[in-house]
Structure formats: C-alpha cells, structure tokens
C-alpha cells in the first residue's frame, strides 16, 4: 500500500523557517520524481518544487532562493527546507508522487505574527 505522510507544518512568523517532511513507503522511491504543492483557501492547488529521480529541481518563481526540496533515498523522504518565510507562503502543503495522482494529507503552514 502507498503511503505518503507529511509532517513538519505549524505557526512560524514572518521571516522564520520550517522543514516539511514527507515520508514515503510502498513505491519504488529511488525512481520517481516528487514534488511539493501547496493549496490556499479560495485558490487552486500549485506547484511549489519537484525534484527528479537523479536529483534535479525546479521551483515555482515566487519560492525561488527562499525554498529548498531535497531527497533521501535510504529513508525514501522528500524535504521542503522553507526560509523567509512570507504571510503568502501560509497554505495547506501536499507531497506528491509525480507522474500519479498519489498525495499525501498535506501539512498546514501558517505564516503569521
């Protein structure tokens, strides 16, 4: 069985930083794709970052040098290193198996002071 489970998610203020996690078990990590999407209330859901299977990355242009997506695959988990972060950022985050419509539960991100 897929699994995909996110944590990491909270209240942070402008400025601070978090690490999501996503932890993965029942696939092949090693050989897809992941990526980060995020949801506000009132908006459609969109990327944020993807990494490849070798490690590449793309990021949406508002999260640019402020977001980092990297991947682990002896603990088959994909991060989401966040920093200076803004109020815009607050959304619910989702992981993502790329190329399935395989989501995690998604993790709330409130950015607030």
């Known amino acids: 069985q897929v699994q995909l489970v996110e944590s990491g998610g909270g209240l942070v203020q402008p400025g601070g930083s978090l690490r999501l996690s996503c932890a993965t078990s029942g696939i092949m990590f090693r050989i897809y794709a992941m990526g980060w999407y995020r949801q506000s209330p009132g908006k459609q859901r969109e990327l944020v970052a993807r990494?490849?299977?070798?490690?590449?990355?793309n990021y949406a242009d508002y999260v640019k040098g402020r977001f980092t997506i990297s991947r682990d695959g002896a603990k088959t988990t994909v991060y989401l290193q966040m920093n200076s972060l803004k109020p815009e950022d607050t959304a619910v985050y989702y992981c993502?198996?790329?190329?399935?419509?395989?989501w995690g539960q998604g993790t709330q991100v409130t950015v607030s002071s």
């Open positions: 993502k198996i790329e190329g399935t419509n395989t």
């Open positions: 990494i490849s299977s070798g490690g590449d990355t």
